[in-house]
């Protein structure tokens, strides 16, 4: 499986921009999949979370009611919708796949990673 997000850019507090990750391979819809961000100078971590079915979301409480995570399987690609932007919010966003959700809540265990896509928000 092969990943590709998309969709980040410079955006003021209080927008949106939807994040997309494209994936190649036909076992996409048997994965979960989720983002994780990494600002400067800081650790990367977890975003948001999908199971295969899309029937389960998991959130980072710094983002819980802003962002929606969502996964289209007939086109291979999951989404993360980010609504009221903050200038804390600006990071390079990975997306990932693995093998169950609980990888992405335990932050290790990702089969496969996607190169980031830069998202700035400004005050």
């Known amino acids: 499986v092969q990943l590709q997000a998309s969709g980040g850019g410079l955006v003021q507090a209080g927008g949106s921009l939807r994040l997309s990750c494209a994936a190649s391979?036909?076992?996409?819809?048997?994965?979960?999949m989720g983002w994780f961000r990494q600002a400067p100078g800081k650790e990367r971590e977890f975003v948001a979370a999908?199971?295969?079915?899309?029937?389960?979301?998991y959130y980072a409480d710094s983002v819980k009611g802003r962002f929606t995570i969502s996964r289209d399987n007939a086109k291979n690609t999951v989404y993360l919708q980010m609504n009221s932007l903050k200038p804390e919010d600006t990071a390079v966003y990975y997306c990932?796949?693995?093998?169950?959700?609980?990888?992405?809540?335990?932050?290790?265990?990702?089969?496969?990673w996607g190169k980031g896509t830069q998202v700035t928000v400004s005050s």
């Open positions: 990932a796949a693995a093998p169950y959700v609980l990888n992405f809540l335990d932050g290790y265990g990702m089969d496969y």
């Open positions: 391979g036909r076992t996409f819809s048997s994965y979960a």
């Open positions: 999908i199971d295969w079915s899309g029937g389960s979301t």
